[in-house]
């Protein structure tokens, strides 16, 4: 008996490579993943239902994500299913929030993901960059001491020649005290105001007298300054397209409401206290 039934299991076998091989559908938006009392869900809601979610819990694993949503998915349309009566005033009005929510915000996407004109990105380059008055920047070393005395002495070392790196490795008691007491280069609004305004009173090359901030006393070498420089328009592209984006987006929101039939009369002489009457929502 184990001969035929061996013959015909090869043969068997035989027809199902010989028939055609049917290739499965490529997964898409509309693809059906499960059906809950003929209600079908698609994997573009679980598309949505993830993008929704908080940043922590999109870093979850793929497959993590994929079953847990599911398996919202089908709860919520069950629940839902076995819904009898009519929808809460709360659940009306707050679909009818939503709706309008998503149709506006798809109006603005449009808007926000047109083509910028390059005319327009270069102008606005133009106005905030290329166009301002270039600003100083100073590149200074400084002694940091604790009294007024240590300053003023060794302020006076430094009028009969002392070596200002050198003097701040052995004195200084900052950070940058190592680095012979290098600040490397600053702009204005960075220093204390009393620290900064000795740097801008000095010419290259100079020293200040002792100057006291919250960090002690302080003699100050300007080594040297330069005029800022503006920013290459590649480096700042990005940032001026969203600006440009964000003023075009305001822009439509006045535009089309302004021009849109707008009676606000029924609002007048409305209590605003009223706003928190969560009974009218039952």
């Known amino acids: 008996m184990q001969k035929p ?3 015909l299991a090869s043969a068997a076998f035989s027809v199902i490579l010989a028939l055609p091989v049917v290739a499965q559908d490529t ?3 509309d693809t059906v993943v499960a059906t809950v009392n003929g209600t079908d869900i698609t994997l573009g809601h679980m598309i949505v239902a993830r993008a929704s979610l908080p940043e922590q819990y999109q870093q979850l694993p793929d497959e993590v994500l994929f079953a847990g949503i ?3 998915l089908v709860q919520q349309t069950a629940l839902a299913d076995s819904f009898e009566g009519d929808l809460p005033a709360r659940a009306v ?3 009818d929030n939503e709706t309008r929510s998503l149709t506006a915000a798809e109006v603005l996407e449009k808007v926000m993901s047109a083509p910028l004109d390059e005319t327009t990105v270069l102008n ?3 106005e905030q960059y290329a166009g301002q008055d270039a600003g100083d920047e100073y590149n200074a070393s400084h002694i940091l001491v604790e009294t007024q005395e240590e300053a003023n002495a060794i302020k006076e070392e430094l009028a009969n020649g002392a070596d200002f790196a050198k003097m701040a490795r052995e004195r200084s008691t900052g950070p940058s005290g190592p680095g012979g007491g290098s600040l490397g280069w600053f702009g204005k609004g960075m220093m204390v105001p009393s620290f900064e305004e000795a740097v801008v009173a000095l010419a290259p090359g100079a020293v200040s007298d002792p100057v006291e901030t919250q960090f002690g006393w302080h003699v100050i070498k300007l080594n040297e300054t330069r005029k800022t420089q503006a920013p290459a328009l590649e480096e700042v ?5 969203l600006q440009l984006r964000q003023i075009l987006a ?9 021009a849109a039939n707008v009676d606000r009369s029924g609002s007048e002489g409305i209590d605003p206290s009223l706003l928190k009457n969560l009974d009218w929502l039952e």
């Open 237 to 241: 592209r990005e940032e001026l397209e």
């Open 5 to 7: 039934l061996t013959f």
């Open 250 to 258: 305001q822009t439509t929101i006045e535009d089309i409401t302004a």
């Open 93 to 95: 009005l707050s679909l």
């Open 70 to 72: 599911l398996d919202q």
């Open 124 to 126: 606005a380059y133009e």
């Open 27 to 29: 997964p898409n938006r």
